[in-house]
């Protein structure tokens, strides 16, 4: 049964970083697109960013690019979202998550694509 396992998230100041990471086990990121989300009581999940199965593209929410960067290790089957200048408004669950496919590009705008998430990792910004 695929898993994903998130850790690394914290309580940290405006203007500060971190680094969250997303453990994969029982599929291969060959065949799946990896993304990260984030939900606040009372919104909907949002995407923040996502990379396709090649590692080659990757997407961005306009509120968090240029402070965020997706990344993966294959050897480690662990995906990163490395996260910089963190706002108020970036407090959240941060969830990764993994869609079975065979494209080349990645797309975070319909959650309900993706068909493993883990169990999520809270992030608060706050001084």
């Known amino acids: 049964q695929p898993q994903l396992v998130e850790s690394g998230g914290d309580l940290v100041q405006p203007g500060g970083s971190l680094r969250l990471s997303c453990t994969a086990s029982g599929f291969s990121h060959d065949y799946y697109s990896l993304g990260w989300f984030r939900q606040v009581p009372g919104k909907e999940r949002e995407g923040v960013s996502c990379?396709?199965?090649?590692?080659?593209?990757?997407n961005y929410a306009d509120s968090v690019r240029g402070r965020f960067t997706i990344a993966r290790d294959n050897a480690k089957n662990t995906v990163y979202l490395q996260m910089n200048s963190l706002k108020p408004e970036d407090t959240a669950v941060y969830y990764c998550?993994?869609?079975?496919?065979?494209?080349?590009?990645?797309?975070?705008?319909?959650?309900?694509?993706?068909?493993?998430w883990g169990q999520g990792t809270q992030v608060t910004v706050t001084s």
């Open positions: 990379m396709d199965r090649t590692g080659h593209s990757t």
């Open positions: 998550a993994a869609m079975a496919t065979l494209q080349t590009e990645c797309v975070m705008s319909l959650p309900s694509l993706y068909d493993y």
